[in-house]
């Protein structure tokens, strides 16, 4: 019994040894506080308004001299949307059109950016998807050694609305104008999502070229005098946006404004894709790439190069801390 218990003994020793040197990576993970989303949550309001600040460091030091340990070299955040369909069943609407417009599920990089320290700290707020699904975010953390440590949470959208049967998509979202790094200033009008101004602003974009968001966005915030605002096609505004962004129309799209005479009571009154449609066709200023300034109240016909066609109510206009437009959004599926 002795023997056999000796030659186990001798066998765990042998294959400790063996054992290649486990290497950690770089720490990784969220700050919380009741502010941050910090964990894997249910939301029931479409298009709500969340931030998360996530912290890396590395955790290797040689001896008691830190300046010898190994340095971050990049930090990559992606999120990938799945929608879900409830009820499956739309009326007047094929299969295809229940789908994502991009993919399903669809993957982008929000934030992918090369870096030489040994800490870093990135915090960012975003709004959450405006229809039925789950969104996972996923960060990665490298160091110049080759480790990455990854850590992730969900955000499932669950609407307590019965929003899903209808024949067309609304939401409300809020744009910000692009006076801070992660100024939501961007807009893909189909999902009803907001991104960041470092996506594609020419002077703090990270140095990657995001040509899978680029594809998605619909209209920019242009930020005028005295607060005013202007809702522009990405298209029409190529020299305060980033060099990173391609020019040609599949990743630099083209977005029809038209005004209206419509009130609060008909944009709520606007229930079909046929209505949607109509109130572009009547729209009473010829198509353009950009509004004029936009004015609490006013009603905003538009056609994207998608095809579809939808309206926007200016609900209201914030001037401070950070001037901002509160808009609804009707769109055909």
Request: aromatic residues 10%; glycine residues 6%.
């Amino acid at each position: 019994m002795l023997l056999r218990f000796s030659s186990w003994l001798m066998l765990g020793t042998l294959l400790t040894a063996c054992q290649p040197d486990l290497e950690s990576g770089p720490l990784l993970d969220f700050v919380g506080g009741s502010r941050y989303t910090a964990y894997t949550r249910v939301i029931n309001t479409p298009a709500d308004t969340l931030t998360f600040k996530i912290f890396a460091a590395t955790t290797k030091a040689q001896g008691n001299d830190t300046t010898k340990a190994p340095k971050l070299t990049n930090m990559k955040i992606l999120v990938t949307y799945s929608p879900r369909i409830t009820p499956i069943d739309y009326q007047n609407l094929t299969a295809p059109n229940l789908q994502y417009p991009y993919g399903d599920p669809t993957t982008l990089t929000v934030f992918d950016q090369k870096i030489e320290r040994r800490t870093f700290a990135f915090q960012n707020t975003f709004s959450t998807r405006s229809t039925p699904g789950r969104e996972t975010w996923r960060f990665d953390s490298t160091d110049d050694e080759g480790h990455t440590s990854t850590t992730s949470f969900q955000i499932t959208v669950r609407p307590s609305t019965s929003d899903s049967t209808l024949t067309y998509h609304r939401y409300t979202v809020g744009l910000q104008a692009p006076r801070t790094f992660t100024s939501r200033s961007y807009l893909a009008l189909l999902p009803g999502l907001t991104f960041p101004r470092y996506i594609g602003s020419g002077t703090d974009s990270p140095g990657t070229a995001y040509s899978d968001i680029y594809r998605l966005i619909d209209l920019v915030y242009l930020p005028g005098a005295d607060n005013s605002i202007v809702l522009a096609s990405p298209s029409a505004v190529p020299t305060q946006l980033s060099p990173l962004w391609p020019t040609d129309s599949t990743t630099r799209r083209t977005t029809r404004l038209r005004n209206t005479n419509l009130n609060a009571s008909t944009f709520a009154a606007a229930a079909s894709p046929a209505d949607l449609t109509a109130a572009y066709t009547a729209g009473t200023s010829p198509a353009a790439t950009r509004t004029e300034n936009l004015v609490k109240g006013r009603v905003y016909a538009f056609r994207t190069q998608g095809g579809q066609f939808g309206l926007i109510y200016v609900e209201n206009i914030i001037t401070t801390p950070i001037p901002a437009a509160r808009l609804q959004v009707h769109i055909t599926k």
